[in-house]
């Protein structure tokens, strides 16, 4: 009977999340079946590194704007409202390969539109939870989005690939379009989302001091604002590395052997999905800046700093899977210290501009990631006697070294600012119950 209740308060979300991870499934394959077709036609990596900062740019542009509307309007409209722009994007992508018309440019357009409508859904998503399931089901809400999250990651290029060289692109626009539909529907019809007592109310809301809100509020609570600048920070290193090179040193280290690339993607994937179960099935301890910092040390140690040392596939494979396995603890401890703890009132806006500042980081990443592989530390294990002298023994010599020695040097940071983090007495307090930080307007 107990059971039974439980699965009965936890039903709107479940039909929620079951149908948003089957439209995240069907963009999955899209965006990836459209990065194909853009290599295909430009044959240039930033032909394909162009759609990325496309959809990096409005998303934290837009968001810091966002979050005041998601907290004054109604959040199944607004969720409602992003998957119609989603889907009459994908519309037009499909009218204009049909006709032979659809140019690379085009995508960097519908991009900037799918990236401002993302930042309105990603944050209103996590805002709407909150309403949706008890405080004592965030750690397990956060553990199902990482599995889905892992398993779309995983298979969505699998299944673009494999439907691309078989039956060509429109039947996975078409794919795409029903799983919208069916998304859409169940949303419209099915999922009942709980109004907040703030969501349209007869007055006037200027955006700009709404937005500015939610900077006020964390520049009161410090912890929330350094736990925030601690991911983007985290994020940057990642985007670095291992989001950025991890590619071109596996297939410089292995001449170019895709299949090994392959294994070690699907081990990140792997490593992600037994990591959502776990989070999903097992209740975290009560000390979640632990958790937090815990975590991350671990991810950087058994990925970045094993993966750079490491010298044979095995290694890598080994490390992708274990080094991948704490992330859904990371992301299950943050989300509830941010959701158990920020006022449901002015969640849409913290959400937003958290989403701003991690995301800010991630191109600035890619191109400092780029820059130092391709002008710094290749040149100089390859170049270098004296370098090949001192890191040869830890990450070996010839091509992909310099880039091996990036990962134990983003490894050993990551490490470092895992530890700064926990001995930071701000976030540490974000632990205490009386800490539920205020809001005032």
Excluded: H
Excluded at 272 to 298: D, E, P
Aim: charged share 15%; proline share 2%.
């Amino acid at each position: 009977m107990k059971n039974i209740k439980k699965i009965y308060e936890f039903k709107n979300f479940l039909l929620l999340w079951l149908g948003q991870s089957l439209s995240q499934m069907g963009s999955g394959m899209t965006s990836f079946a459209l990065i194909l077709w853009a290599y295909q036609k430009q044959g240039t990596a930033m032909s394909v590194a162009l759609l990325s900062v496309f959809s990096y740019l409005p998303y934290v542009l837009v968001s810091i704007f966002a979050g005041a509307l998601i907290d004054k309007f109604n959040k199944k409209r607004i969720l409602l409202i992003c998957n119609s722009v989603a889907a009459i994007c994908l519309l037009c992508v499909f009218y204009l390969m049909s006709f032979g018309m659809l140019k690379v440019w085009y995508l960097y357009i519908i991009n900037f539109i799918l990236g401002s409508a993302d930042a309105f859904e990603v944050p209103v998503t996590k805002a709407t939870i909150t309403l949706m399931v008890k405080e004592e089901y965030y750690t397990t809400v956060s553990g199902l989005r990482s599995l889905s999250n892992s398993i779309i990651s995983v298979f969505s290029p699998v299944l673009a690939t494999t439907l691309v060289v078989a039956v060509g692109f429109k039947v996975i626009f078409t794919i795409d379009f029903i799983s919208f539909v069916i998304a859409f529907l169940n949303l419209l019809m099915l999922v009942k989302i709980p109004r907040e007592y703030n969501e349209e109310k007869n007055e006037e809301t200027n955006i700009l001091n709404e937005s500015l809100q939610g900077f006020i509020y964390l520049k009161k609570n410090k912890g929330f604002l350094y736990l925030i600048i601690y991911m983007a920070v985290i994020n940057f290193i990642s985007s670095v590395t291992f989001l950025n090179i991890l590619p071109a040193m596996i297939l410089a280290r292995t001449s170019n052997n895709e299949k090994i690339l392959s294994l070690v993607s699907g081990a990140i994937g792997i490593g992600g999905i037994v990591g959502g179960l776990l989070v999903t099935i097992f209740k975290l301890s009560k000390n979640k800046v632990k958790i937090i910092a815990i975590s991350s040390a671990l991810s950087f140690v058994l990925w970045d700093v094993l993966l750079g040392v490491g010298k044979i596939p095995f290694v890598w494979i080994f490390s992708a899977f274990v080094g991948n396995l704490p992330i859904p603890f990371l992301n299950a401890a943050e989300n509830y210290l941010l959701m158990s703890k920020i006022p449901k009132s002015i969640q849409g806006r913290i959400f937003s501009i958290r989403g701003a500042l991690q995301f800010s980081t991630v191109p600035i990443g890619y191109l400092v990631g780029g820059l130092l592989a391709d002008k710094i530390f290749e040149p100089l294990m390859l170049n270098s006697e004296e370098a090949r002298n001192i890191f040869g023994y830890f990450v070996g010599v010839g091509k992909g070294s310099g880039m091996a020695l990036m990962f134990i040097i983003t490894g050993i940071l990551g490490f470092i600012l895992s530890f700064m983090l926990y001995n930071n007495k701000y976030i540490r307090n974000l632990e205490n119950d009386e800490t539920s930080c205020n809001f005032e307007r």
